[in-house]
Each structure stands twice: as C-alpha cells, then as structure tokens.
C-alpha cells in the first residue's frame, strides 16, 4: 500500500520566517510527486517533481525531490500572512487517477 | 465551465437517507476523480472515471457508495443509507486525461461539506 508522511503537522512562524515543509512516501512504482496547497476547500497544484535533484521553483516557493531517500521538501522564503494555508504532498500508485495524499502541514503565518 | 463546479457546497442530512453529490468539470476534460477528505486529513481516493467509465473504483467504502457518468462530463456520487461516519467534505476534480508519465495534475473543486446528523 502505498504511503505519504507529511511533516511537522502544524508550524506557526511571523511574516519574513523561512519554512521547511517534508515529504516522505513509500510507493510501489514512483512516477512522480506533487505538492498542492489548500486554502479554503479546493487544493491547488503547486509543483510536479519527477527527478531527484531538480528544484522546482515559483517566486518565493521552492521545492525538491530526492528519490534514493524517498523525500521531497518544500520551502517557502520570506513568508506571508497568504502563505497561511494546508500544504499536500501525493504521489500517483498503480492507477493514474489514484492519488494517495500524506495529511498535510497547517501552515499559519501571523503578521 | 471555467473550474470544476461542485454542488450543494453544504448538504446536511439526517441517518439513514439518500444524497447525491454533483461535480461539474472543466470542459473537455475526460478524466473525473472523486475524493473524500475528513477532518485533519488528506483527500482519500475514491473513484476514477475515464470518459463515461469507472477506470477504478477501488477506493469507494462499501455498497452504500456509488459514482456515475452517464455522458462523460457531469458526474454524481450517491449515498445511500447515510451514517454518521460519512460526514467529510467530497472533492472532485478532473484532469485533461492521464498522461502515458503517470504524472497527474488534477485540478479540484471547492468541494461539497456533508453532514450527517
């Protein structure tokens, strides 16, 4: 069964902090890793990671894909009370269309 | 439509009746996803729909739960004898279709919060 472990599960930190969020997993046959962020209800697609070593970046978020340690990161530089959200990592199984999601990281910037 | 349409956005229910859950997505998209997402948690899978068929359906809970397509576009997820334990809020999104890479963005709805009472 495959299997996604998201850590810490909540972090508080101020505007202008640095956070590190983790990803771990165990799957069957790895395809690919994503990374969405979920505000009110809906996820929304952040990164798609196929290859270790390969930073994926978009402003102030960044992230990385280490498949020989089965881990990703994600860090977000120079927080903002927007950045106040649940971070979702997921990696697709056997199936495409099933995801398996880890439980997230409650991420609250205060200002 | 622009995004993925979900509704009712909250549907509250009594134990023991039937709901239906209806998700709209983008237009074209031939792949549909339904997910179910508790309290504190992850989305959970549910069910996977290619076109007007359900490509797996290995994530659906018991008999109790059932998806349809019937056109290929609008589905509905249905519910019947509801518990409480079904109480969560029900995703659905939907992707161009699955790539040969395996790598799937799905793009979500805003979800339907049910309640069982």
């Known amino acids: 069964e495959d299997k996604v472990v998201q850590s810490p599960l909540s972090l508080v930190v101020h505007e202008g902090d640095t956070v590190t969020l983790n990803c771990s997993y165990e799957v069957t046959n790895f395809r690919s890793l994503l990374w969405y962020k979920q505000e009110k209800k809906a996820p929304t697609f952040l990164f798609m990671l196929t290859s270790s070593g390969i930073e994926k970046k978009s402003g102030r978020l960044s992230s990385i894909l280490d498949k020989k340690e089965l881990f990703s990161i994600l860090n977000i530089t120079a927080t903002q009370t927007g950045d106040s959200a649940v971070y979702l990592c997921a990696v697709p199984g056997t199936s495409y269309g099933k995801l398996t999601f880890g439980q997230g990281t409650i991420l609250t910037v205060h200002p | 439509g622009a995004g993925v349409s979900q509704t009712p956005s909250n549907k509250v229910t009594e134990k023991g009746k039937y709901v239906e859950l209806r998700c709209d997505p983008i237009?074209?998209?031939?792949?549909l996803y339904w997910y179910r997402q508790s309290l504190g948690q992850g989305p959970e899978f549910l069910i996977y729909f290619q076109g007007t068929g359900a490509a797996d359906d290995s994530g659906l809970p018991n008999d109790r739960f059932f998806a349809v397509r019937p056109e290929g576009s609008v589905s509905t997820l249905k519910i019947q004898r509801t518990e409480r334990g079904d109480s969560a809020v029900y995703l659905c999104?939907?992707?161009?279709?699955?790539?040969?890479?395996?790598?799937?963005?799905?793009?979500f709805g805003a979800g339907s919060r049910l309640t069982v009472l």
């Open positions: 237009s074209g998209h031939t792949a």
């Open positions: 999104a939907s992707s161009p279709s699955p790539p040969p890479s395996g790598a799937n963005v799905l793009t």
